[in-house]
């Protein structure tokens, strides 16, 4: 909004040329969303505290987990509120790429918001049912991904693999059902490990800030030549969304750090991996998402071992998965486990920067 605003101005008043340039404008995106976030932070702890809007406890998780409950939850409307707000008023708004991201965002937030009033309003732990959450969620991403090979016919349906510079099959329209399992299995996974206070926020912001290089990269001709990069032409606007996010995580955290203040709940944990895998998707970086989000990753796929180890062999593989439950139930403190898991995806964030090099 902003940038439609002061840009026409720059003809009558230099100062405002500055508003062209998505480096500046990704800035003030990040600390506009830093901003909100604090602000707003303390009132909606407060009227998520008089509504009675607090955890509800999964009665087969970690004990521990039990001192917990009623603690204020949907947190992630903040992160969500910040995020959009940010972007709306400074990215380019004819860009489609933006409001791609928004439909996935704001679709996946109100099924998690839909998911969050379920457990809260009727104090228990399941919400809306797995199928549910997962038709939703394939109805949404599939409208996003169609929407985007229809307003950008000449958008590439090829995969690219880091490392692999000579692979990059091209999908058709198979690229549809792909992109889709792409954003919906980022989606869970960030819903997978959100158990812990803090313990998703942080490779969100990683992963957020891996993509923000990337999604410059890819918009920029000469430096997606340099680097052997598919350039796609207006996938530099999502660095705004990615700045914004990665701010709007980090006031979030502010109120989210061990000991949580409040949860960010399924609203917050569906649209963030939702909006990651979208921008995975835009900047055709599908399969580097996998080693930036090396920590959703592995959340995810300990929980398919653990259930397919007890479904064929009737053992379990991890005392509790995701596994982030396996180390608490090891002993670990919980400050420990979070603080390792941030290290290990600043290490994966570094690894997927590198892919921009080795290919």
């Not at 990704?26 to 901003?35: G, I, K, N, P």
């Not at 700045?243 to 061990?258: E, K, P, R, T």
Request: hydrophobic fraction near 55%; include cysteine; aromatic fraction near 12%.
């Amino acid at each position: 909004m902003l940038y439609h605003l002061l840009v026409p101005l720059s003809s009558s008043s230099p100062v405002f040329n500055v508003f062209r340039y998505i480096t500046f404008r990704t800035v003030v995106a990040a600390f506009t969303a830093l901003l909100v976030s604090f602000l707003l932070g303390p009132w909606l702890i407060r009227r998520l505290t008089e509504h009675q809007i607090g955890q509800t406890i999964r009665t087969d998780g970690p004990e521990r987990h039990l001192a917990k409950a009623g603690t204020p939850t949907m947190g992630g409307t903040l992160i969500l509120f910040s995020l959009v707000l940010a972007t709306i008023l400074l990215a380019d708004l004819t860009n489609a790429f933006v409001w791609v991201v928004l439909w996935v965002t704001i679709g996946y937030g109100l099924i998690g918001f839909a998911d969050d009033y379920r457990k809260v309003s009727q104090k228990n732990s399941k919400g809306l049912s797995a199928r549910q959450k997962l038709v939703l969620q394939i109805a949404i991403a599939a409208v996003g991904v169609s929407a985007l090979l229809y307003l950008k016919p000449g958008f590439s349906t090829e995969v690219y693999f880091p490392f692999l510079k000579q692979i990059h099959p091209d999908l058709g329209w198979l690229y549809l059902p792909f992109a889709v399992f792409v954003v919906v299995g980022a989606s869970n996974a960030v819903n997978l490990t959100d158990g812990l206070d803090g313990l998703a926020i942080g490779p969100v912001m990683t992963t957020a800030g891996t993509y923000l290089i990337l999604s410059y990269a890819a918009g920029h001709a000469r430096i997606a030549e340099y680097l052997q990069i598919p350039h796609v032409p207006g996938a530099g606007e999502l660095a705004i969304v990615c700045g914004a996010l990665v701010c709007a995580g980090l006031g979030f955290l502010w109120f989210n750090a061990y000991p949580a203040m409040m949860f960010m709940g399924d609203v917050g944990a569906l649209a963030l991996g939702g909006a990651l895998g979208m921008i995975a998707v835009l900047t055709k970086h599908e399969i580097v998402f996998a080693v930036a989000g090396g920590v959703f990753v592995a959340e995810a796929l300990s929980v398919i071992f653990q259930v397919t180890s007890f479904r064929l062999r009737h053992k379990r593989i991890f005392r509790m998965a995701p596994i982030h439950h396996h180390f608490e139930l090891q002993g670990w403190p919980e400050p420990q486990i979070i603080v390792r898991f941030w290290i290990i995806s600043i290490i994966c964030a570094l690894a997927a920067l590198s892919t921009l090099k080795l290919r």
